[in-house]
T-cell receptor, first 114, second 114 residues
Framework: DGGITQSPKYLFRKEGQNVTLSCEQN?????MYWYRQDPGQGLRLIYY???????QKGDIAEGYSVSREKKESFPLTVTSAQKNPTAFYLC?????????????FGSGTRLTVV | AQSVTQLGSHVSVSEGALVLLRCNYS??????LFWYVQYPNQGLQLLLK??????LVKGINGFEAEFKKSETSFHLTKPSAHMSDAAEYFC????????????FGSGTRLQVQP
């Protein structure tokens, strides 16, 4: 079955460390997205990618980095510059950017700084 | 700038009662509007979407929403709540210009009392 796989499901990071969250899709979607979810704040866009080797900053890109070397993969790195990284991170994809295409979401990674 | 406002961070209904979750959008151009549902520690699932084909949109699990341009609203309803409807619900908007990525409301947590 096609879908989006995020790993790991739970991740613990020490302060000052970089960590990378994995996101893989086999839906043949061009567009991919990373959102951060905090209680009471909904989902906020971190980065998005319209196509391979291209990505754009969202609303809260500071302290994060991404790459899009393959169509299927869009990993997110949470760097030590991110002041408050503890959150639930969701990856999504859509056939193309914009219009009425619905998004398919992964099951999320919960990151905790210890 | 596009945005959505969800009125009420928590809504509680009795099983069998009407469910009404409110969403208002701000956009100077016709938007595409979506409702998503999230169960604990999971990703988001698309309930329904408005893409200008019809103002009354029917979705999965008996939910529907009506687009009212004069009120800039897209409220989600279900005639009779089930215990399994308890979850968090997000309204989201996308435009066909500019960034063209989903912008989410802050979410409404629905509780269903037996």
């Amino acid at each position: 079955d096609g879908g989006i796989t995020q790993s790991p499901k739970y991740l613990f990071r020490k302060e000052g460390q970089n960590v990378t969250l994995s996101c893989e899709q086999n839906l043949n979607h061009d567009a991919m997205y990373w959102y951060r979810q905090d209680p009471g704040q909904g989902l906020r866009l971190i980065y998005y990618s319209q196509i391979v080797n291209d990505f754009q900053k969202g609303d809260i890109a500071e302290g994060y980095s991404v790459s899009r070397e393959k169509k299927e993969s869009f990993p997110l790195t949470v760097t030590s510059a991110q002041k408050n990284p503890t959150a639930f991170y969701l990856c999504a994809s859509s056939l193309q950017l914009g219009q009425s295409y619905g998004y398919t979401f992964g099951s999320g990674t919960r990151l905790t700084v210890v | 700038a596009q945005s959505v406002t969800q009125l009420g961070s928590h809504v509680s209904v009795s099983e069998g009662a009407l469910v009404l979750l409110r969403c208002n959008y701000s956009s100077s151009v016709p938007p595409y509007l979506f409702w998503y549902v999230q169960y604990p520690n999971q990703g988001l699932q698309l309930l329904l979407k408005y893409t200008s084909a019809a103002t009354l949109v029917k979705g999965i699990n008996g939910f529907e929403a009506e687009f009212k341009k004069s009120e800039t609203s897209f409220h989600l309803t279900k005639p009779s709540a089930h215990m399994s409807d308890a979850a968090e619900y997000f309204c989201a908007v996308i435009l066909d210009t500019g960034r063209r990525a989903l912008t989410f409301g802050s979410g409404t947590r629905l509780q269903v009392q037996p």
